[in-house]
Nanobody, 119 residues
Framework: QLQLVESGGGLVQPGGSLKPSCAAS????????IVWFRQAPGKERERVAC????????EYGDSVKGRFTVSRDNAKNTLYLQMNSLKPEDTAVYYC????????????WGQGTQVTVSS
């Protein structure tokens, strides 16, 4: 069974950068599309970015477009979310979600990594 572990969050000043990663084990990520979500206290979960199984297609939420970049290294079974020009409103727990349709839809979640943007 696929397991996902996020890491690379932390505390950063406004305008700074972070690059959380999402490492998979138990199965290859080659056939999974990946979505990065975030959830701040008291707010609904927000879709941040998604990337196709091959990495050839990406999409971003309006609030992060132009600042965040999602990428994947299938050889390392790992996903990345490069976050630049961070703002206080980017503060949230960031989760990766792997999705595959194989007869039915299956999806898997990591435990999340905290990103805090504050001076």
């Amino acid at each position: 069974q696929l397991q996902l572990v996020e890491s690379g969050g932390g505390l950063v000043q406004p305008g700074g950068s972070l690059k959380p990663s999402c490492a998979a084990s138990g199965s290859t990520l080659d056939f999974y599309a990946i979505v990065w979500f975030r959830q701040a206290p008291g707010k609904e979960r927000e879709r941040v970015a998604c990337i196709s199984s091959t990495g050839g297609s990406t999409e971003y939420g309006d609030s992060v477009k132009g600042r965040f970049t999602v990428s994947r290294d299938n050889a390392k079974n790992t996903l990345y979310l490069q976050m630049n020009s961070l703002k206080p409103e980017d503060t949230a727990v960031y989760y990766c979600n792997a999705i595959i349709v194989a007869g039915a839809l299956f999806d898997y979640w990591g435990q999340g990594t905290q990103v805090t943007v504050s001076s």
